[in-house]
């Protein structure tokens, strides 16, 4: 008679935090076991109901409210720096780093792994494909190939002058596909603080997961490099 | 006992990693307080002077002619220079000395600033490495905390002049 009484009832509000529905049904069936005429309730007796339950549903409120605002504050930071510091995805567009991204053209966009923590120190190596901040649109994002370094004389292929001396603290990029490609021939070399990140490997789509290999293009050798000066 | 450390140290590691991250958004996001060396800014900000600097401003690109802005200098990315902002995208800056008789212009490209220290003849800034992408730009410096008795915002340029009248766009 009691255990159908008790069993039967659906609790009034809910237990404390999101175990109370999962600890409800269980101590109630185990104050059922041995007890006989006594019934034991966790936490609050289903024969209280009214003014009693509404306060212990808004309490719930609160509390779920305030645990969300703890992980709130530990989670959104962590996540931002994660992606600003260590790694973040990107999807690439257009046809200048053709055929290594993008080989498609436009039907279907690679996306990218970008690795800001190989970066952190700005050292780069020749054929590293890099994500920067364009020179001339500080909203918009590039991602290129490395070609040289600083110190390095570069014979150029469209820019004003035929041989270029990268200056110090600056890099010199270019897009694979030339001629279809806004890089250093436009704008000359890029300081090395607009660097964002570097490319490592290509997650989408699935058939093109790859690690993108640090590779000179063989008709880009250098003129000159610096440590031929030495 | 080994339980009881090992407890303690991962609790010590969440913090400190949770904080890290906190001050990593503030500094990124909204701005942090600078110390300042060198005397190309002078008179309006001297060596060893405490600022501080907003990073909002960069992100809506609202940087305005005649700001003191925080850099990274164009030929070492690890270190950052402290100018003010003559010319943005477009405009003409002079860049011989009026009084010589051969008086040259450029135009600032798109996408990039002209920079120049308050202490003209004791300055390296874009008068000798050029104009500066924008995206170098870190942040603006609008508030002076240190020393007590120069305490408040930060005084116009005294070299009104290298503004230009005609700014062509």
């Known amino acids: ?230 | 006992m080994l339980r009881g450390v090992l407890g303690k140290t991962f609790r010590l590691v969440g913090y400190t990693i949770q904080y890290g991250c906190i001050a990593h958004c503030a500094f990124e996001y909204v701005g942090g307080v600078l110390v300042c060396s060198g005397p190309s800014m002078e008179p309006t900000i001297q060596n060893s002077d405490i600022v501080f600097a907003e990073n909002l401003s960069r992100h809506f690109y609202g940087i305005q002619r005649g700001d003191i802005v925080v850099a990274k200098s164009p030929s070492d990315p690890k270190s950052n220079i402290c100018k003010r902002v003559i010319g943005l995208e477009g405009d003409k800056i002079l860049t011989s000395s009026p009084a010589g008789f051969f008086k040259s212009h450029s135009y600032v490209p798109k996408g990039h600033v002209w920079l120049e220290g308050d202490n003209l003849q004791n300055s390296t800034d874009s008068r000798y490495y050029g104009p500066v992408p924008y995206g170098l730009i870190r942040g603006r410096i609008f508030l002076k905390i240190w020393p007590l008795n120069d305490f408040g915002f930060l005084r116009d340029s005294p070299n009104g002049h290298r503004f230009s009248d005609e700014l062509g766009k």
């Open chain 1, 1 to 230: 008679m009691c255990a159908c009484a008790c069993l039967s009832e659906a609790p009034r509000g809910s237990g404390p935090g999101p175990l109370g529905p999962f600890l409800l049904p269980l101590t109630r069936g185990f104050g059922q076991i041995g007890r006989g005429h006594k019934i034991t309730t966790y936490p609050f007796s289903p024969r209280k109901k009214g003014r009693k339950g509404m306060v212990q549903s808004q309490g719930w409120v609160r509390r779920y409210f305030k645990a969300f605002c703890k992980g709130f504050f530990v989670a959104v930071p962590v996540a931002v720096t994660f992606l600003d510091r260590v790694a973040c995805v990107a999807r690439v567009e257009g046809a200048s780093m053709q055929p290594s991204l993008n080989p498609g053209g436009s039907q279907s966009s690679d996306v990218v792994l970008l690795n800001h923590w190989k970066v952190r120190n700005f050292e780069v190596q020749r054929g590293d494909i890099v994500s920067l901040v364009s020179p001339k649109n500080p909203e918009q994002k590039i991602i290129k190939r490395v070609i040289a370094l600083e110190g390095d004389i570069v014979k150029t292929m469209g820019h004003k002058n035929r041989y270029v001396k990268v200056p110090r603290g600056h890099i010199w990029v270019e897009g694979d596909h030339h001629g279809h490609s806004f890089d250093s021939n436009s704008f000359g070399p890029v300081s090395l603080g607009l660097l964002h990140a570097h490319a490592t490997h290509i997650l989408w789509p699935p058939k093109r997961w790859q690690k993108l290999e640090s590779v000179l293009p063989p008709e880009r050798l250098l003129v000159q490099s610096e440590e031929d000066c030495l």
